[in-house]
């Protein structure tokens, strides 16, 4: 049973410095892992999607690498804002014959100070 | 703009009482997902659907139905049965095939009074 962990479970930092969410998962034949964006009561914004065969995808401030082999993802936001104040999921999917399954983490939430 | 629509954003239901959540999206996606967010539980998955009338239960099925009649659409039935209906609702599609992402909808928050 594929299982996924993100540790901390709270992070908090100042203004300007970068941030660096980390994702573990048990079963290293995912088929792609995707980074989701969660504010208070909304629903999830995608942020990042990691094809199975991808070492890492980058989008503006953001950089999400995948290594399989150690069954991990990393996120990072360079120079955070407070606007990044927000939960942070990280969820595989495997792709099987009855249906994708998406496997979330219990997320991180995360608190950029002024 | 692409998307999905979950309606309404606030729910409410009164013990014994059938409510039914709905789900639209006008992605073109041929999969469609219910899941269940509570705190320090993370999401689990109700039912999920690959096609037009067919559908198939997810991790925590029991006291939930669902239906998808027409692509764009995949209501769930919060029944009497469900002994603890409170909690987040998310509603979320993807294409087929193995290269590409999910997309959620902004949820409904349901609540016993």
């Known amino acids: 049973k594929q299982e996924v962990t993100q540790i901390p479970a709270a992070l908090s930092v100042p203004e300007g410095e970068n941030l660096v969410l980390n994702c573990s998962f048990t079963?290293?034949?995912?088929?792609?892992l995707q980074w989701f964006r969660q504010d208070p009561g909304k629903g999830l914004t995608s942020l990042l999607l990691?094809?199975?065969?991808?070492r890492e995808q980058t989008s503006g401030r953001l950089n999400a690498s995948l290594d399989k082999s150690s069954g991990r993802s990393t996120l990072y936001i360079a120079a955070s804002q407070p606007g990044d104040s927000a939960t942070y999921l990280c969820?595989?999917?495997?792709?099987?014959?009855?249906?994708?399954?998406?496997?979330f983490g219990g997320g991180t939430r995360v608190l950029v100070k002024p | 703009d692409g998307g999905i629509t979950q309606s309404p954003k606030y729910l409410f239901r009164k013990e014994g009482q059938n409510v039914t959540l709905s789900c639209e999206q006008n992605?073109?996606?041929?999969?469609m997902y219910w899941y269940r967010q509570d705190p320090g539980q993370g999401l689990r998955l109700i039912y999920y659907?690959?096609?037009?009338?067919?559908?198939q239960k997810g991790d925590i099925a029991e006291g939930y139905s669902v239906s998808r009649e027409k692509k764009e659409s995949f209501p769930l039935t919060v029944t009497s049965a469900q002994k603890n209906p409170t909690a987040f609702y998310l509603c979320?599609?993807?294409?087929?095939?193995?290269?590409?992402?999910?997309?959620f909808g902004s949820g409904t928050r349901l609540t016993v009074v």
């Open positions: 659907s690959q096609i037009v009338n067919d559908f």
């Open positions: 990691i094809q199975s065969s991808q």
């Open positions: 079963d290293s034949a995912i088929y792609n």
């Open positions: 979320a599609s993807s294409p087929q095939g193995s290269n590409y992402g999910y997309t």
């Open positions: 992605l073109n996606h041929d999969a």
């Open positions: 969820a595989v999917i495997k792709i099987k014959a009855a249906g994708n399954k998406l496997t």
